[in-house]
C-alpha cells in the first residue's frame, strides 16, 4: 500500500511503496539517485546495479516522470544527509519500479528564474516547481483561515450566481454576454445577494470570482479575480466591519504562521505586522499627510492613487508599525449608490477600504438598508429603480442596518509575499493579454499603465 513520501521518517528499516514525480536524476558512478516528489514532500531514491531490470529502467528516467517504487527507507549514510528536507536523514534503495507516465524533454530548467510571460505561456508546468506550489499552498490557507474565522462568527457560507441582469456597481466595467434573448452580465462582485442574505442568515459570507472589465495592464489589476465576502446585520455603523475585519486578518495572519512556516521560510519572509487595531485614517487627513510629509497634492481628489496608496502604507510603517491601514469617509461621488452617508457629513460616506504594503486589499463599509433612502440614491445616480426591482424587494421588508467587506483574495497573496506582480498569485490569469494563451489582437495603445 502506497505511503506518503513525509511518512519515511517513521518507516526505518522496512519496506514501503511510494508514487510521485521524478524532480531530478544523477548518477555517481554506477549509483543513480532520484528525488522524487509528491503532494507531502520529496526524498531521495537510490537504484544500484544489484537489480538489473530496475537499474536499466531508471536509467531512462527523466524530470517530470511519473513513478511508482518499491523499496527498503534506510538511514542516508553520516555526513551525507540533506538539512533541507524533512526526509534529509533518509532515502530509499528501490527494489521495484513502475513508469506510470512519461515526460517530453522540459523546454527549460524548472529551476532557473523564469520571466513572468514565460511562466504565464507554459504555466501547467512551472506551477508544478517549489516556489508555486508554496505560492498556493499559502493562498489555500488564507481562504481555510477566512472560512474557519466566519464560521466561528457564526457566518453561514452562500453561493452567489455569476450571471446578473444588471451591473452591481452601477457603471461601464462590466462583461456583457448574451443570455437567449436578452442582455446579461458577469457580476462584478456577489453585493446584491449577500445583503439580500442578510435578511435570510443575518451573516453570511462567499468566496468567489469576480468580473471587471477594465482596460488595465499592471502590476496590481486582473480582469477576473477571487473575492473573499462577507456581510452581516444590526451593526451600528462602518466601524464594526473595521473591527471585524481587523479580528479576521489577525486570524488569517495567526493561521498562516501556524500553518505555512516552511512556506514562509522559503521566501525568506516573516508575518506582516498587524495590531488588534488597525490604525485608521480619514481619505481627507490621508490626503493632508501626503501633501505637508511627501509632497503630494491630492486634495479633493476622491480617491488616492496608486503612489498615495504606497506613501500613506509607508506613513503607516513608520508611525504605527503597522503594514496595514484603514482610509475612511470615501466621497459619495466615488462609492457605489448602496453605500450609507455619514449623517455627520452627507457628503461623505460610512466606507473604507483596507490598505495592505501599498495597495488596496479591500473595500467595505456600512449599506444603506431604508428602502426609500436607497431608491433615491439610486436615481440620484441616473438610475432606473426598476431595472434594480428583484434586489430592492429584501428592502421593503425589515432589512436591519447592515454592512459587509471584500477582500481580492490575488492582492492579500501578493502582498503576504512581496510578488512583483499580481499575475504570480493568480491561478491560470485573466487579463488584458490573455485568457491562458496570449491575445495577440489586443492593440498596444488601448493598454492603461500605472
Avoid at 521518517?9 to 543513480?32: F, P, T, Y
Avoid at 443575518?202 to 473575492?227: D, I, K, M, P, Q
Avoid at 492613487?305 to 504606497?310: A, I, K, T, V, Y
Avoid at 491562458?436 to 499603465?449: C, F, R, T, V, Y
Amino acid at each position: 500500500m502506497r505511503i506518503l513520501i513525509k511518512d519515511i521518517v517513521n518507516k526505518e528499516s522496512e519496506s514501503a511503496e511510494l508514487m510521485g514525480w521524478v524532480s531530478v536524476r544523477r548518477d555517481h558512478g554506477k549509483i543513480i539517485f532520484i528525488d522524487l516528489r509528491d503532494r507531502s514532500g520529496a526524498a531521495q531514491v537510490v537504484f544500484t546495479p544489484a537489480d538489473k531490470k530496475v537499474y536499466d529502467l531508471a536509467q531512462q528516467l527523466r524530470s517530470e516522470w511519473a513513478i511508482a517504487i518499491k523499496g527498503k527507507i534506510n538511514r542516508r549514510p553520516k555526513g551525507m544527509e540533506n538539512p533541507k528536507l524533512e526526509t534529509g536523514e533518509f532515502e530509499i534503495l528501490a527494489e521495484e519500479l513502475i513508469v506510470l507516465a512519461q515526460s517530453e524533454e522540459l523546454p527549460f530548467d524548472l529551476d532557473s528564474e523564469i520571466a513572468l510571460e514565460t511562466f504565464l505561456d507554459w504555466q501547467p508546468l512551472v506551477l508544478r516547481t517549489e516556489k508555486n506550489r508554496n505560492i498556493f499552498r499559502i493562498q489555500a490557507e488564507i481562504v481555510w483561515a477566512f472560512r474557519e474565522f466566519l464560521k466561528n462568527k457564526g457566518f453561514t457560507e452562500i453561493q452567489i450566481p455569476k450571471i446578473v441582469a444588471q451591473a452591481t456597481e452601477g457603471g461601464a466595467n462590466v462583461f456583457k454576454l448574451d443570455y437567449f434573448e436578452r442582455s446579461a452580465y458577469l457580476a462584478q462582485s456577489p453585493q446584491f445577494y449577500k445583503q439580500i442574505m442578510v435578511g435570510v442568515f443575518e451573516r453570511v459570507f462567499t468566496v468567489g470570482n469576480v468580473y471587471r472589465a477594465e482596460e488595465h495592464s499592471t502590476t496590481r489589476h486582473l480582469n477576473e479575480y477571487t473575492s473573499l465576502d462577507f456581510e452581516t446585520g444590526f451593526i451600528n455603523n462602518h466601524a464594526d466591519i473595521m473591527t471585524l475585519e481587523n479580528e479576521m486578518l489577525i486570524y488569517i495572519v495567526n493561521h498562516l504562521s501556524k500553518n505555512c512556516a516552511k512556506e514562509f521560510e522559503f521566501f525568506g519572509l516573516k508575518s506582516p505586522k498587524i495590531s488588534e487595531a488597525i490604525p485608521s485614517l480619514k481619505l481627507v487627513d490621508a490626503q493632508k499627510i501626503l501633501k505637508e510629509k511627501y509632497g503630494i497634492d491630492c486634495l479633493g481628489e476622491p480617491d488616492l492613487d496608486p503612489q498615495g496608496e504606497r506613501k500613506i502604507c509607508e506613513y503607516a510603517k513608520e508611525n504605527f508599525d503597522s503594514d496595514f491601514i484603514f482610509i475612511t469617509h470615501y466621497p459619495a461621488e466615488k462609492r457605489p449608490f448602496y453605500t450609507h452617508p455619514d449623517p455627520a457629513e452627507p457628503s461623505l460616506t460610512r466606507s473604507f477600504d483596507l490598505l495592505f504594503r501599498g495597495v488596496e486589499i479591500s473595500t467595505g463599509g456600512q449599506r444603506i438598508h431604508n428602502y426609500s433612502m436607497l431608491v433615491e440614491s439610486i436615481e440620484k445616480r441616473g438610475l432606473n429603480p426598476e431595472n434594480f426591482s428583484f434586489y430592492l424587494q429584501a428592502f421593503k421588508y425589515g432589512m436591519p442596518p447592515e454592512g459587509g467587506a471584500g477582500i481580492g483574495l490575488e492582492r492579500l497573496t501578493q502582498k503576504f509575499l512581496n510578488l512583483e506582480n499580481i499575475r504570480e498569485a493568480t491561478l491560470f490569469p485573466r487579463d488584458l493579454h490573455r485568457i491562458d494563451i496570449l491575445l495577440s489582437s489586443i492593440k498596444n495603445e488601448k493598454i492603461k499603465n500605472e
